[in-house]
């Protein structure tokens, strides 16, 4: 037989089952395996690249991972500085300050009536149940914190870093809005109007009407700042969404502004979508490295996983391998607290778009 | 053998090929069919009970439809009035308004080389290219208009009523925003920040920064007043994503202030998400049920298809089968010209939630 | 703006709603759209140009398209030759019988209650209602069936044409087997051992012990010699499963015998399935080339879409766009009575692998 | 606020992330989440509980799981004893040989160039490569083994019992084939003729003409004598495929001839198929009840996951939880080495159903 091809050097090693394997060292045995359980142990390697890195990372969270028991394991990735700037969904912090404040989700069935669930007023999501009184409450709670802040246009990024405050202040309680405020980590919401923390800012006005204004706008300006300042950056992606394609365009929105902007350095997305549909959740992060979302010698994996099964494992192995990562870091740090916020010192305006960024300073 | 079931009464007719079936009939010979088969022939005649029945039709548009070539379908949808309202993502509208000005996109292929196609500048959309260059004049034709508004908040209604009477008054030509703005029909983008349309708006601010002001918690509140001004609702859901919670929340947070909304009547959705993974988009309408979302007794469907097979199809049998229909139909009639809209000739405020409806005035 | 790419030279053009559009404008229309309906309206391109050249073309059917009311247009496709060859799951063949047994399956819903329908002796396929007693009288009259052929092993294709046969004989009723049968069209079935088809063969040798015999290696030696004889093939795939693999292991094994033989020139397959969890039911037209299952240059598409929403579409525009074509069309011609079928009077040997082929002859 | 209702009493407990977490703590901390996490969870419940009760274990074995490296584990869960009886297609068995023999795959990527693989004669799986040039080698050896059996049929249960001993005298390697022979554990393969395996058996014929006989359909008489035999039986089901079905319809058929048996009594499966599309590996295990495929009070889970992703994790958590229940499991005990097995002393038919079952003994 002919010399064998220089493609076939790297073998397959069969993952060995042994007693007691660590979240880690079971991704390192899936890392020359196939299919999604290689590219689930990808993940953690391009994790620990980026950690070992001089980048700012981006966490985008969609689907219902805060309802569906995720939400410390996001709490977690704040507090130990795994990740630097969250973009969420609404649904996302609101599922996550219910049970900040002390109310539950609850095991459902998907097989479940729903029309009785409907009767007794419980609200599901697949499997998992929640009561909808707890809810209105909730929204009413959203009303009452909002006619406190300043009659004025908020920033997402501003309004969740008060709320998160008061929450912590009020129940001294774990999750990732307080996470992130204790953190000085900034999450933006960009489509807040969609989701039960935008309908709780909604019935603010009807107390206050001068209330309730939300700078949508702003987030946008705001967060391309952020990439124009520091133009070293990572996205990190759970469930698509319009945080992934948030993430993106703030890398995409600062290259107009900046010529040291080139795409996120890294990439990584858990998704549960194809990208044969056309829609953004779904689609690769090839053809993002065209719109120059990515760089184009970025480390990158998408991992064709729910999240609910994929995020536990890799945020496990992590803690461990990521520990001396964690310790050399050098995160940026913000300042939140105001309409202006801070990044390493330097401000980010949501007003107007910077003309230069941290490496031309 | 004993006598057969009752739930053995409605046998399988085995679909039947024949020469110049069209639309129509396609989808009445796949009435008798099973799967996504069967589910789409249901689609046409759920379409049609809506269309007999005196609903207002919401139409969720997510996914890239507009750049892959469904934007005059949507658009027809509109002008022969087969929705009453849309709720879309910002890229909808955004590729919309693109080849509205003149632009295209082009085929292209999902297995091209993203590092060149990013040297060369192009876009890719699965199988679909587009040109940057062409994209950033768009965002600064966009910043130019929004920079002509006034400046004080806009809802997106107002804002995407506006834009699309620009964009008709300059262009001439057919698409979704010009056509809606012809119709009098409102068009909700809750996730506008999430959108190359928002990146045109903040780069208002620059050059303008007392414009470029979107409130999108004032859409929030229009579009549950609109529920609570005509409460017997129909969704048409494309692809899931924002559009389908925000048509589905405003039937939510509408039966707080009113006893008369019951949830929607009517719940179409096509879709290529699936429930198990406990995202919105995939979302069973039986779980919408459990929520309020729909009616107990509302006739529904789900198909599982791309939007880009099912769409031409559907939208092409009821342009036969939905005329009389049509012709027949009492649709809400909306004026949108200003900060408050009306329907049928009420107000219908973005300010605060309405107290009584249609029916008890 | 500097000259466009000639990557941007063919523009997308946006689907256009008429009244009375037939299949075949519907898919014509849908050429230059993006994403699973440009796919879709190419699969009819690629198929009528497997029609114009001189290929023999195979047919894999997977999933439960007989049960779901496709049976008859599978028969049409052989009545009209547009195919010359089919790979079968046993199941498509043994719900094709039973209704052209007389019986039928049944409208049912996805929601139903399966311990209701247990006892009650209905069988569920998602949507879709069967009555199990009249399965059960189905095996025992393929057992009966089975007991009257010689004592000896049957290759399943030289099986099935027996029992199409047998079926035509007794019910005069068209379905794939009759139609296969009286068209002179191979059905091969790899799988038989796992259907209720080969539940019924096997209950004939608890009454007639040399009975119920098959010989499904001779269908590999037998479906490969098809291929050397004639090497010029295409393959059109519902569904991947045993057929798809089946169709392409004939390829491969063809090339070892010959080397006129180099893989599918056209292949054309609608599947629900991914490639990125590594079955072969996903497996792409790419990964298929690396194989040699296909030309390097071959023709090909992937639709992603329930074969029950596209088939009846492609068929239907088939119906009018390849009547020219088939009239002119070089189709093979088989015997299939004996143990030894023959393709344009040459014999097919089920026993041993032939050196020559057609060409070479 | 009303009394809670009884729907709402197990809370869903978030995931809290630990360094040195093993994967039986992963899957604990995961059954009180949501979603396919919860799945997995609750199927690593339900594997424990097959253990503990007195039933035979079927293991389902699709997709390409030995070439992407889950062959070493399916081989752990022989030799542990966690299943008792394996269905698997050729294909795993044939890339499970290749490797046993010494042969290797190999590292590769979805986005190769299958022109270039093509020329280089290297076969790709997805992500994964392998030499074709040592498959054609494979073949041949496979022929050779082939040749030196008896000229008579051979089920596929009998065939691969001697192709595992011949391997393991020959190599001395673990594997699936070969850890099944030394622990005398039968594999049935009833897509023989759709593989590699096949193919190699076909090729035997050329040189002994007699040889290369298999009786698929004795397989069906034994797998289902082997339910009569011991009729509480269990199924774990990885990928789906031919045999997902093969496992149910030995339980079905199995009914027919005898009263105590009653569907399985735990079933788990692994997939990634969905049931809506209407075929048999994504069918859901409620639709299997209707069938008596399952019996109505069965243990149920499917988990919606890549294997190569899920068994990893699953069988590292049974190597520690399992323990216990293994060292006190009453097992089935086999004898292969012939045309008729035996489980627990009793003889197992390929020729004739069996009338009486154990618990009639």
Chains 1, 2, 3, 4 share one sequence.
Not at 70 to 97: M, Q
Not at 136 to 158: G, H, S
Not at 315 to 343: E, G, H, K, N, Y
Request: charged fraction near 20%; proline fraction near 4%; glycine fraction near 8%.
């Amino acid at each position: 037989m002919k010399k064998k091809s220089r493609l076939l050097d790297q073998p397959i090693e069969p993952f060995v089952v042994d007693r007691d394997l660590t979240a880690e060292q079971l991704l390192t045995r899936m890392e020359r395996i196939s299919f999604q359980g290689r590219s689930l142990a990808t993940a953690h390697r391009v994790w620990q690249r980026m950690l070992a890195d001089d980048v700012t990372i981006f966490l985008g969270v969609a689907g219902a991972l805060s309802a569906g028991g995720l939400r410390l394991v996001i709490a977690h990735l704040v507090t130990e500085h795994l990740v630097d700037c969250i973009v969420s969904t609404g649904a996302n912090l609101y599922h996550d300050l219910h049970e900040t404040r002390g109310r539950r989700h609850y095991l459902g069935s998907p097989q479940a009536d729903d029309a009785a669930l409907a009767r007794e007023r419980i609200d599901r999501v697949y499997d998992t149940f929640a009561s909808e009184p707890e809810f209105v409450e909730n929204d009413e709670w959203i009303a009452d914190f909002t006619a406190m802040l300043e009659p004025r246009p908020y920033t997402t990024r501003e309004y969740l870093y008060e709320l998160g405050g008061h929450l912590w202040r009020t129940t001294g309680n774990e999750g990732i809005l307080t996470a992130a405020y204790r953190a000085n980590l900034p999450i933006f919401c960009p489509a807040i109007a969609d989701s039960s923390i935008g309908m709780g800012i909604s019935q603010t006005r009807q107390r206050a009407p001068a209330h309730g204004q939300i700078d949508v706008i702003g987030d946008i300006i705001e967060s391309t700042n952020l990439v124009i300042r520091r133009p070293r950056t990572a996205s990190v992606v759970l469930g698509g969404g319009t945080p992934k394609n948030f993430i993106n365009q703030a890398s995409v929105q600062a290259a107009f502004y900046s010529p040291d902007v080139g795409g996120h350095r890294y990439a990584l997305q858990i998704v549960t979508d194809v990208p044969h549909y056309g829609g953004a959740s779904g689609a690769s992060l090839e053809e993002a490295e065209s719109w120059g979302k990515l760089a184009a010698d970025a480390a990158r994996v998408t991992v064709y996983a729910d999240a609910t099964i994929a995020l536990p494992i890799l945020a496990s192995a992590l803690a461990s391998s990521a520990r001396p990562l964690l310790a050399a870091r050098r995160r940026p740090l913000f300042t939140l607290a105001s309409r202006v916020m801070t990044i390493d010192g330097q401000t980010v305006s949501s007003d107007r778009f910077e003309a230069v960024n941290e490496s031309a300073v």
